[in-house]
């Protein structure tokens, strides 16, 4: 299995630990808008009607990186 991709600009990223956060949860899914040295990110969260719920800070330890490039198999 392959290494946990490093979050990059507009990456789309799951929550793995939400600590000291009260509007997160772990499992929350958000967009990077922002890449923060030296490891950190800021993170948008949508409501249901695409509207911006909160904007966290995050490291990269606390997340994971949904998107991946795509491999050709065949």
């Known amino acids: 299995m392959s290494q946990p991709r490093h ?3 507009l990456d789309v990223i799951a929550v793995l630990k939400s600590e ?3 509007e997160l949860e772990v499992g929350d899914v ?7 040295p030296p490891d950190g990110l800021e993170v948008e969260f949508l ?3 695409g509207r911006t719920r909160c904007i966290a800070t ?12 795509r491999t050709r198999v065949a």
């Open 7 to 9: 979050p990059q600009l």
């Open 47 to 49: 409501d249901r009607d």
């Open 58 to 69: 995050l490291t990269v330890n606390d997340v994971l990186v949904l998107n991946r490039d």
């Open 20 to 22: 000291g956060d009260p």
């Open 30 to 36: 958000g967009t990077v808008v922002e890449m923060l």
